[in-house]
């Protein structure tokens, strides 16, 4: 049987400059995916799936970004990423979000 769990890593949280996820160690997953859901939105930010080795340093992912918007839910798959990950987020001058984060894992 497959193992699952979600966390909720950042719930109605309101965002006005960059900023970084609590880390999450996730070392029985095999693979992850990342929700991230814009209540409001005004201007866009940027995500970036970031990976560590002992949750203490980190680096991308891949080059991937994820750039979000308008209101509404984005999603993307993560793997091949050991064992710690996070989100890296970049708001846009100006802009103002209203933002719930998901991680979820599956072994």
Known sequence: MRSTMTAVLERNTV?????????YELPWAGEAR???????????VEFRTEISPDGLHWCPL???????????LTSWPVTGFGQWLRLSCEVAPGAVAKVRIYLVGKG
Request: proline letters at 3%; glycine letters at 6%; aromatic letters at 10%.
């Open 15 to 23: 965002v006005r400059e960059d900023f970084r996820t609590e880390p």
């Open 62 to 72: 891949d080059d991937n970004r994820h750039r979000v918007d308008a209101a509404g």
């Open 34 to 44: 990342f929700f991230v859901q814009a209540l409001e939105l005004t201007g866009s």
